[in-house]
């Protein structure tokens, strides 16, 4: 009976005592967490040029390229190329049967010496002999002795049908003996030094289209392959049926190794207006969306929204109130609330 009194009390006392205890253990780890001031890393905002990207097809052609005809008809007495291969500017590519021109060429040859023999001889008499009427006869009769040999020697050089430019030329079924009039193909010629890719794009971004813009090209069955160019000419209207601008680019090829007539995925980069860039680690997330802690001149931080544009790797491209120059919460946000005080450790 008398141990249970005691036992009451000591029970009552002991609670108590962890009454008194507990607030104050309380008290003091509020007070000391208020005091603490977190440590974070910080980071500048960098605003970069927003680029629209464009992508279209279009097919590819020589830099320069013709279709190799003939002016005269004739025989074929040589070929001289093979298809295929590459051919130098003014190169002889094939040579008709032109004997009937070879006899124009040495006949006005005799008439043009005879003329100037004539016009040499009167020189060679006194003014008084020969009269204005004979002499000016004479020169007139050796200019036409000279237009007459030029001409000649034309239609001798036209029998040679030769490369107008340096470049490849195609296959071709002319053999030696045939006969070819006036206007027959004989094979194509292409400077594939630059292909030229043509290709549309959307009214709205017409206006930003300018020559000399970069492109990146690939080839559609070879998409691996990156090819670097730029936009050589722009057209000056745009489609009324399909709303588009007609662009030409142009793709250094000097190992060759582009084949005219090839189709291309084409893209290019318009640049637009700045933006922020800021770390992948800095941005977080809420109910409200996705947000960054911009650090004031008090070294405390306020919430800034954002909407994000794009990523590359670990940084992030946004739409928001920032400007250059500001600092940003990088590590150590996740915990933070408006006005918090901050300890930056670096930037």
Known sequence: MTSSPRRSIVLLLAACGLLLVAPGSADAQRRRGGKQVPPVTLANIQLVPVNQRVAAVGSGRARRQVTITTRFAGLVQKVNFKGGGMVEADQPLIQLHAETEQIAVETAAAQRAQAADAVERIKQLNEGTVTRVARAEAETALKVADAALRRAREDLDRM???????????????????????????????????????????????????????????????????????????????????????????IPNP????????????????????????????????????????????????????????????????????????????????????????KPQDT
């Open 160 to 250: 040679t049908i030769r490369a107008p430019f340096k470049g490849i030329v195609g296959l071709t079924n002319i053999q030696v003996g045939d006969y070819i009039a006036v206007g027959t193909p004989i094979t194509t010629l292409d400077d594939r030094t630059s292909i030229l890719v043509e290709f549309s794009v959307s009214e709205a971004v017409a206006p930003l289209i300018k020559v000399g813009l970069p492109i990146r090209a690939s080839l559609v069955t070879r998409s691996g392959e990156i090819y670097q160019g730029q936009i050589d000419a722009v057209g000056t209207r745009i489609h009324p049926e399909t709303r588009t601008l007609d662009v030409r680019g142009e």
């Open 255 to 342: 190992t060759l190794v582009l084949i005219p007539g090839s189709t291309f995925s084409i893209s290019v980069n318009l640049p637009g207006d700045q933006a922020p860039l800021v770390p992948g680690l800095a941005v977080q997330w809420d109910r409200k969306g996705a947000y960054v802690w911009r650090l004031t001149e008090n070294n405390t931080v306020e919430r800034v929204g954002i909407a994000i544009i794009s990523r590359n790797g670990d940084r992030v491209m946004v739409d928001a109130e920032l400007k250059s120059g500001d600092k940003i919460v990088r590590e150590g946000g996740d915990q933070l609330r408006p006005g918090q005080a901050v």
